[in-house]
T-cell receptor, first 116, second 109 residues
Framework: SAVISQKPSRDICQRGTSLTIQCQVD?????MFWYRQQPGQSLTLIAT?????????ESGFVIDKFPISRPNLTFSTLTVSNMSPEDSSIYLC?????????????FGPGTRLLVL | QKEVEQNSGPLSVPEGAIASLNCTYS??????FFWYRQYSGKSPELIMS????GDKEDGRFTAQLNKASQYVSLLIRDSQPSDSATYLC?????????FGKGTSLLVTP
């Protein structure tokens, strides 16, 4: 398994500003993923972050709004840019450990974002 | 559209009973499936994965997969109040997971 931490755990932001969320894994991982979970809803994949290459975004999500970095095998960031109240959500990082089942994803604790 | 469907519930079962959670998926290419448990305000926690048709047992949990019917289920035996949570079914598509909306389970003492 993998232990995943996220910072910040929560934040309240003003519209029009940006927030960068950090995701740190305690071991090297192959794939890292960023999900959004809106209140009462399930998880929606934003993008897949690969080390050494551009992130792959899902339909409805664009790099200008959600730029992602993946500088190494244990760390990634997601920025929520030019925020609006509709961006209020929980943002979750997940990862697939190297050496484990290629398909098993473990989740971080999430970042709870409220945009006013 | 790669859909994963779950009954939202709530599913209420008495303590000690068997809870049965069901899930269907639309993407026939999906080969692996996962059940996550999510307590309110917490992140999803992996319970089980299943890749082959049939049953897979782990303690009180049994996952069942029927690829012909595109159906996945999770049975929880001897349900405990601590099992009360939302259970998310996920199907792997490529590298990522498609999640259902989750079934809320309430185990009453």
């Amino acid at each position: 398994s993998a232990v995943i931490s996220q910072k910040p755990s929560r934040d309240i932001c003003q519209r029009g500003t940006s927030l960068t969320i950090q995701c740190q894994v305690d071991s090297q991982v192959t794939m890292m993923f960023w999900y959004r979970q809106q209140p009462g809803q399930s998880l929606t994949l934003i993008a897949t972050a690969n080390q050494g290459s551009e992130a792959t975004y899902e339909s409805g999500f664009v790099i200008d709004k959600f730029p992602i970095s993946r500088p190494n095998l244990t760390f990634s960031t997601l920025t929520v840019s030019n925020m609006s109240p509709e961006d209020s959500s929980i943002y979750l990082c997940s990862a697939t450990p190297i050496g484990g089942s290629e398909e098993t994803q473990y989740f971080g604790p999430g970042t709870r974002l409220l945009v006013l | 559209q790669k859909e994963v469907e779950q009954n939202s519930g709530p599913l209420s079962v008495p303590e000690g009973a068997i809870a049965s959670l069901n899930c269907t998926y639309s993407d026939r290419v999906s080969q692996s499936f996962f059940w996550y448990r999510q307590y309110s305000g917490k992140s999803p926690e992996l319970i089980m994965s299943i890749y082959s048709n049939g049953d897979k047992e782990d303690g009180r949990f049994t996952a069942q997969l029927n690829k012909a019917s595109q159906y996945v289920s999770l049975l929880i035996r001897d349900s405990q109040p601590s099992d009360s949570a939302t259970y998310l079914c996920a199907a792997r598509s490529g590298y990522a997971l498609n999640f259902g909306k989750g079934t809320s389970l309430l185990v009453t003492p």
